[in-house]
């Protein structure tokens, strides 16, 4: 009888040390409030705030523990260091306010250097807090299809997120850049889709539609001004759109998110573009178009920038 009943407490304390353990590896996501117990948040994919595991018993401390022995078992806590903070660097496309970051990318663009307006932003940040279950979260809520993100291995296929991401960006600003050369008789923008029709026959009529003096009047870019995104169109602070624009911030790991507006003039034409802009501590930085160029209807081949009276 005495070996059956150590037996039963015995089993009565596994259990009890198993539903322990599973009740501390649950988990409330800071972003929306829903308790888990994976590494991502299943309703909006947040990942799963760093956190130390006790070795020998599965007891689970903040990642800033001052414990260097597990509380309930005694076994030694190996607390990874906490990753080097970030500094404002704008030659990694590390800056101070998301309006450095788009000034950046302005000057480039009035350089007409594709390098300097590639730096305003840090790839390598970008890529190092993105993930696929990040990716695939937002995949699920908004789009069917997309480039998806390789899992990191800090290897070759990290490298490919990271030059998959920049090339993205620098084909943005080859179609729109297209789009500003290429015109028509009257000296109209004929490039779309980042394609122009082309008559094999005749070579030098393909030729004739580049207006290569247009290249020289980025150097004349004026009058630069920020307009905050609900002035320039009242839906953006739609329930829906900021939904969105918290689910884009999930996907890039970020502590905050922002949408700019840029208008800039050349040669009196008017043109605008609409950086999204986010923050690791206290470094911003841009990730491509924002959720206001979407809003707007700038086409593909206008991302880069936009002549106004061509929106829509």
Known sequence: MKKLISLLLVLLLAASALAAVAEAAQWTCPGCGAVNDGNFCMECGTPRPAQVVCPGCGAVYPADTANKFCSECGSALNAEPAAEALTVDPEAGRFATPEDAAMRYIDGLRERDLDKMLSATDWVTLESHRTLQSTVARMKNYNFSTWPTFPRDDGMLSAMNLEQMRASTAMLIRRAMLRFVVTGPDGESIATGGYVSVDPENIDALISQFD?????????????????????????????????????????????????????????????????CVRYGDVWTMYGPGLLAAILGISVDQQAFAAVDEIG
């Not at 150097?219 to 839906?235: G, S």
């Not at 890039?252 to 034409?269: H, K, P, Q, S, W």
């Open 212 to 276: 290569m003096t247009r290249i020289d009047s980025l150097a004349r870019i004026t009058d630069v001004q920020f307009i905050a995104p609900e002035q320039v169109v009242d839906i953006y602070t739609m329930d829906a759109n900021q939904r969105n624009l918290e689910s884009l911030r999930v996907m890039y790991g970020a502590d905050e998110i922002r949408d700019l507006c840029v208008t800039f003039t050349i040669d009196g034409r008017q043109y605008v573009v609409c950086p999204g």
